[in-house]
């Protein structure tokens, strides 16, 4: 079935989250039905997960059943069925403000992706301490093994540009497509922009991320991404670009 193309797919990958989708989601209208835009909501669940399904529908957002294992498929065919302009994909969980949306949308200019993030001025992670340092470590080794100036590589609170993820191949199983589409967009020539956000717990629920499985499967594709880093011309200079002095609050890098 087609669907009408939007300024904006809000994105969300919802595994057994019925009960923070009830919150969520009316939550994202209010935030967007007053803005000057034309929106959709897409959710990808897992097969047999009705109740998460009907928490979506009931809430007008559209349904996408997930056809392959992890979140690296989930995102891929979430993204393939959005119809935006623009995708912003956010977590599922109630740990990401819907208000943020809007600072991301505004931030948009030219960039092919804005994240919002933990660790740059202005922006904070609540969350236990074990895991923050998990999050510190695995960003300080991506950035200095793949020499980006980008703070928060794995955050999942992003904007997308359409343009940017067309024609990547994306083969990254689990939360490690979240660094394989920035350094692919990043390879492209696009830059990259990072907004201050305040990270929030989760509200219901367990975490769906396997500490073991993601680590074993993130140095996997490690090495493809330092291929991909240095492959293009134009990935050859660093992103060196110092922060847009026009955008309080945003960090802006090129490559």
Do not use: C
């Amino acid at each position: 079935m087609e669907h009408d193309p939007v300024d904006l797919s809000v994105l969300i990958l919802a595994k057994h989250e019925a009960e923070n989708l009830r919150q969520l989601l009316p939550a994202v209208h209010r935030v967007l039905q007053p803005a000057p835009l034309r929106y959709e909501m897409v959710v990808v669940v897992d097969p047999g997960d009705d109740g998460t399904a009907a928490a979506a529908r009931l809430n007008a957002a559209r349904v996408v059943t997930q056809r392959q294992r992890g979140y690296g498929a989930a995102f891929r065919e979430g993204v393939a069925s959005a119809t935006g302009s623009y995708i912003v994909a956010i977590d599922a969980d109630l740990s990401h403000d819907p208000a943020v949306i809007l600072d991301l949308w505004g931030a948009r200019g030219d960039a092919g992706l804005v994240i919002a993030s933990r660790y740059v001025r202005g922006g904070r992670a609540s969350m236990p301490a074990m895991r923050h340092a998990l999050s510190r470590t695995l960003n300080a080794f991506v950035r200095f093994g793949l020499s980006l100036q980008v703070r928060d590589v794995s955050s999942g609170f992003r904007l997308y540009r359409r343009e940017a993820l067309d024609g990547i191949d994306l083969r990254a199983a689990n939360f490690d497509v979240l660094e394989e589409v920035l350094i692919n967009i990043l390879t492209r020539g696009w830059e990259i922009r990072e907004i201050p956000f305040h990270y929030q717990p989760r509200q219901e629920g367990r975490s769906k991320a396997r500490l073991l499985a993601f680590g074993w499967s993130f140095v996997r594709s490690f090495r493809r991404m330092r291929q991909l880093r240095w492959s293009a011309p134009l990935a050859r200079r660093h992103d060196t670009a110092a922060p847009d002095p026009r955008s309080v609050g945003t960090d802006s890098w090129n490559v």
